[in-house]
């Protein structure tokens, strides 16, 4: 399985940005899925998740009502849409992907998680 996000770019504070995670290889409804982040000079952190069907979704407590993880499984893609950005926000964003069947939407851990895509950088102007 390949992932690529996209969607990343400038933008002011307060704006919104709309990122995707297109899978290819295997059909996405097969994983669960997660987005976390990582700031210059920090640690990877979970952003969201979203189990297979869509039908629940788990949420980082800094993002927890700004930030909306949703799916297309007919296209096989993700998305993580970005509200009331702010400059803490900045950091570049990757997707997951979780085969597993897991008890619970919590996917905060990172090693659920077997495959992984290449970033796509979110920057905040204050």
């Known amino acids: 399985v390949q992932l690529q996000a996209s969607g990343g770019g400038l933008v002011q504070a307060g704006g919104s940005l709309r990122l995707s995670c297109a899978a290819s290889?295997?059909?996405?409804?097969?994983?669960?899925v997660g987005w976390f982040r990582r700031a210059p000079g920090k640690e990877r952190e979970f952003v969201a998740s979203?189990?297979?069907?869509?039908?629940?979704?788990y949420y980082g407590d800094l993002v927890q009502g700004r930030f909306t993880i949703s799916r297309d499984n007919a296209n096989d893609t993700v998305y993580l849409q970005l509200k009331d950005l702010k400059p803490e926000d900045t950091a570049v964003y990757y997707c997951?992907?979780?085969?597993?069947?897991?008890?619970?939407?919590?996917?905060?851990?990172?090693?659920?998680?077997?495959?992984w895509g290449k970033g796509t950088l979110v920057t905040v102007s204050s």
């Open positions: 997951a992907l979780d085969q597993l069947i897991r008890e619970g939407p919590n996917r905060k851990d990172d090693s659920y998680y077997q495959y």
């Open positions: 290889g295997r059909p996405l409804a097969y994983y669960a």
């Open positions: 979203i189990s297979r069907s869509g039908t629940s979704t």
